[in-house]
Each structure stands twice: as structure tokens, then as C-alpha cells.
């Protein structure tokens, strides 16, 4: 069974850093891109980052270049967000999520909040 | 960045058939994806590649893209179809999102 676990979320101050994680299972990581996506409370669905099987290919969302990096630990089966400056507007359960057709496997989510 | 516009709700009556229309630009030269969400849940994929479904998704789901339109359809609707919907396609390996439809069976 795939699974995807979360977690590093928390409550931190507008310019702190944070480092989310995620924890895969269930299916060869190595072979599959992936992603985070997150959710404002009340809102939409908006897409944050991709990375690519080997690294060789990087993609991030306007709102969060410069200050969000994604990487992974294939040995690991691990998928990693580090999220520096962190803005009010950043406040949101963040899901990581596996590329297959399309987002075909998702984690349960952590909600990271920014408030002074 | 392209944009994903969706109908804020939809309505249906139990049993009758339920569409959900999503238009952007170029979408028809794009996958069209579709995500379930009830409240306090992950998403799950519903309908990928416009038109093809996961394993374990009902057949009462069913895709399609023409023109710059994609629209989910769900032929008899349950009640526990109730939920948002939001499709999603690839915009220069960006991935984008429609703004979401809250479906009602009532």
C-alpha cells in the first residue's frame, strides 16, 4: 500500500524557516516525481513544487521561489521542503503527493501556520 | 502563469448527472485532471489524462477536454459524491489548479 507521512509543520514567526518532511512507503520512490502541494485554511488547492526522479529537474510556484527548496533522499524513500521567510501568506496544510497520471497518492498533510 | 476556472458550486439531485466544467487557455492541448476533497481529507485523484480513471474510482465518473473546456461528469449521482472538486492540468511543468466546485446532492 503507498503511503506518504508528513511532518515538521508547526507555528513559527513571520521570517523564520522550517523544514518539512515526508516519508514514503508502499512503492519504489526512486521511480516516481514528486511534490508539494498546500492548502490555505478555507481555500483552493495551489501547487508548490516538483522535483524529479534523479534531481535533474526543479519546479517551484512563483509565490515561493527564492525562498522554498525541495529535495529529496531516494536511500531514504524521503521528500523534503525547506521553507525559509516564511510569510503569513504561507499558512497552510502542506501535502506531499506522488506524480503518477497525475497526483495519484497523497499524504494526510501538516499544517504549517506564520503569526506573530 | 495560465489560469483554471471553475464553477463556485454545482447542485444535483440524487440519481440524475452531475457536471463540473473547468476552462483555460489551451487547456485542450493539455491533461485535464480531476480531485475529489471532503471535508477533513486528502484529495484523491478521480480522473487523469482527461478521461481515464484510477483503480477503485466508480464508473459513474468520467472525463472529457474539447476546446478549452474539460468537464468531469458523474452519471447518478450518490450522496457520497458531496464534495469539492478540483481539476488540475500542467502549464510548462508548473502544475496549476482551478479554483474549486462544491458539489451538492440534494
Known amino acids: 500500500e503507498v503511503q506518504l507521512v508528513e511532518s515538521g509543520g508547526g507555528l513559527v514567526k513571520p521570517g523564520e524557516s522550517l523544514r518539512l518532511s515526508c516519508a514514503a512507503s508502499g512503492f519504489t520512490f526512486s521511480n516516481y516525481n514528486m511534490n508539494w502541494v498546500r492548502q490555505a485554511p478555507g481555500k483552493g488547492l495551489e501547487w508548490v513544487s516538483t522535483i524529479s526522479t534523479s534531481t535533474s529537474y526543479i519546479y517551484y510556484a512563483d509565490s515561493v521561489r527564492g525562498r522554498f527548496t525541495i529535495s529529496r533522499d531516494n536511500p531514504k524513500n524521503s521528500l523534503y521542503l525547506q521553507m525559509n521567510g516564511l510569510r503569513a501568506e504561507d499558512t497552510a496544510i502542506y501535502y506531499c503527493?506522488?506524480?503518477?497520471?497525475?497526483?495519484?497518492?497523497w499524504g494526510q498533510g501538516t499544517l504549517v501556520t506564520v503569526s506573530s | 502563469s495560465s489560469k483554471l476556472t471553475q464553477p463556485l458550486s454545482v447542485a444535483v439531485s440524487p440519481g440524475r448527472t452531475a457536471s463540473i466544467t473547468c476552462s483555460g487557455d489551451?487547456?485542450?492541448?493539455?491533461?485535464a485532471c480531476w480531485y475529489q476533497q471532503k471535508p477533513g481529507q486528502s484529495p484523491v485523484l478521480v480522473i487523469y489524462?482527461?478521461?481515464k480513471r484510477p483503480s477503485g474510482v466508480p464508473e459513474r465518473f468520467s472525463g472529457s477536454n474539447s476546446g478549452n473546456t474539460a468537464t468531469l461528469t458523474i452519471s447518478g449521482a450518490h450522496s457520497m459524491d458531496e464534495a469539492d472538486y478540483y481539476c488540475q492540468a500542467w502549464d510548462s511543468n508548473t502544475g496549476v489548479f482551478g479554483g474549486g466546485t462544491k458539489l451538492t446532492v440534494l
Open positions: 489551451e487547456l485542450r492541448n493539455k491533461y
Open positions: 489524462q482527461d478521461n
Open positions: 503527493a506522488r506524480t503518477w497520471g497525475g497526483y495519484d497518492s
